[in-house]
Every structure is written in structure tokens, then in C-alpha cells.
């Protein structure tokens, strides 16, 4: 029996447990890793899915799974990998390369905290040291491969985020977006959706913070940037305060910025928990 730890979207424990395979708590969260491993020669480990498992029967992926009760994510990244291909990593080479807060998309319920681990590997997978039989092969694949394998249906098709995320944010990266000449500035506007409001479209989406743009400054979709407004708990028409983060989005031409109205920090934790009731359609990372 597999039980998990369950979180608030704030990533903070609750003290609660789950069991696998029964129905989450609306409101709370588990731990979900994705673990992508890269070789000097510029190669991706990839693992096709045992023809028994539930979901996905012999189509390709990267490794991972659900953190188990008293992990942390890192390490339940390293023992996912040791149970599906017998790879045994140090911690100290692990990267965390961006989070993902999921509720309910599509009318299916998420509730998972999604970590992306990037590793640099330069050993061979070992199935026979494997944990598990979850996996039916292995081997090094380009992304030019990966992408060929995902066009033709063998690579699991919620994975598609490796094809622009990674351009941006692994370590040898040669793009990474610089803020450094919006972060410690002062905005102000006006705010369109109040904290309470409802989504013009999506009817079941509540704004939980205020939701506005700045004034005549125009972002990449050519309408004015967007921001995120912390600092209050009731619903504004207009602010003024300081950016103090971006949360950049790898599948989409625009970004949002973190605005304090009191220009005070805000930790990350509740910055991604509160802006994730929009941003769980998108994937990106938060730039300080």
C-alpha cells in the first residue's frame, strides 16, 4: 500500500496521508517528480512503460512517479529512478528546473505539486538492478529523436513541455530570459478581474488575488502586461506598487509580473500557490 504525504498548495505538509488509488481531498496536494537525465554526448534516458501498466502500455517517457510518505522531492526523484532503470544519482548533481501546481483541468482532478529534475548522467541504465518491472527498455535518445517519437504517438503526449521548457531553463541553457530592468520597479494601473471575480470564460475559475495590467507598457500578445497584485485581501479597481518577480511562461508569448503593493518579498511558495488557479494551463518558472 502506497501512501503519500499531502501538502497544501503552499507546499506546506499538512500532517495528513493518503493511500494511492483513492480519490483526493479537494484542496490538497501531492508530490509528483518528472526526471530527465542527460549524457555528455547531449542525449536524454528514456524508458518505455511496461505493456501491463495502466496508463500509456509500451509508449516512451522520461522516469518518474508519485513521492511516497516522509520524502522530499529530490529524493523521491533519485528512488524513482533507482526502481525503473537502476541508475543510482547523487544528490548534490540534481536540479530542480521548475514546478507545476495542478488542480482540476478538463474536469479531472490533478491535486499534485509536479517537480522537474534535470540530472547529468554519463553511466548506462541497469533494468536488472531495477526495483521494479515497470519498465520494458531503455536507452539514450536526442531530442530530435524525442521529438520524431512524439510526432508519430510512442512518447507520451503530457511530456510535450520538454520541447520548449528545456530551451530556456536546463543548466547549459543558451537562453535565459534577464528581468533585471522590470524586478525593483514601480507600476501602477488599473485592475480588470478583483480578487473574487470570476474568469469571463471560465466561469469556475476565482481570481484569489487582484488580476490587472499596467498602464500603456504592452506585452508580447500586443495588449499591456498583466500583472499578478499581492499585498491585500480585498478586491481592487486600481494599484501602484513594486515588481518583485516574473513568473515567465515557456508555452506562451506573454509573462506575468508579481507585483507588492507595499513592495515587501513574497516567497515563491505563495506566489506559484496563489497564481496557480490560472497558471496550472501553462508551464513556466518564476524569475527573481
Avoid at 508569448?253 to 513592495?263: N, Y
Wanted: hydrophobic share 30%; with cysteine; charged share 35%.
Amino acid at each position: 500500500m502506497e501512501k503519500w504525504d499531502l501538502y497544501t498548495k503552499y507546499r506546506e505538509k499538512t500532517g495528513r496521508e493518503h493511500v494511492r488509488g483513492r480519490e483526493l481531498p479537494d484542496g490538497l496536494y501531492h508530490l509528483v517528480v518528472h526526471v530527465w537525465i542527460k549524457n555528455s554526448k547531449g542525449k536524454y534516458l528514456i524508458s518505455k512503460r511496461a505493456a501491463d501498466r495502466p496508463t500509456y502500455p509500451l509508449i516512451w517517457e522520461s522516469t518518474g512517479g508519485s513521492v511516497i510518505k516522509g520524502e522530499d522531492s529530490l529524493e523521491g526523484a533519485i528512488r524513482e529512478v533507482k526502481e525503473e532503470v537502476g541508475i543510482d544519482l547523487e544528490k548534490e548533481s540534481g536540479k530542480l528546473l521548475f514546478s507545476k501546481i495542478r488542480g482540476e483541468i478538463d474536469g479531472k482532478k490533478f491535486n499534485d505539486i509536479m517537480d522537474v529534475w534535470f540530472f547529468e548522467y554519463d553511466g548506462e541504465p541497469s533494468l536488472e538492478n531495477a526495483f521494479t518491472q515497470e519498465v520494458a527498455e531503455c536507452r539514450w535518445a536526442s531530442p530530435e529523436e524525442i521529438k520524431q517519437m512524439y510526432d508519430k504517438g510512442e512518447f507520451v503526449e503530457k511530456l510535450d513541455y520538454f520541447f520548449y521548457a528545456f530551451k530556456e531553463c536546463t543548466p547549459d541553457s543558451t537562453y535565459k530570459p534577464d528581468y533585471s530592468n522590470i524586478i525593483g520597479k514601480t507600476v501602477s494601473g488599473r485592475v480588470d478581474r478583483p480578487l473574487g471575480s470570476h474568469h469571463p470564460r471560465r466561469r469556475k475559475m476565482v481570481y484569489p488575488v487582484n488580476y490587472g495590467y499596467v498602464e500603456n507598457v504592452f506585452a508580447g500578445d500586443g495588449a499591456e502586461q498583466d500583472v499578478y497584485i499581492f499585498g491585500t485581501n480585498k478586491p481592487l479597481d486600481t494599484y501602484k506598487g513594486k515588481v518583485i518577480a516574473v513568473f515567465h511562461r515557456f508555452n506562451d508569448v506573454e509573462d506575468k509580473w508579481i507585483v507588492s503593493l507595499d513592495g515587501h518579498d513574497i516567497p515563491d511558495e505563495k506566489i506559484l500557490g496563489d497564481i496557480s488557479f490560472q497558471e496550472q494551463f501553462f508551464y513556466g518558472k518564476l524569475y527573481r
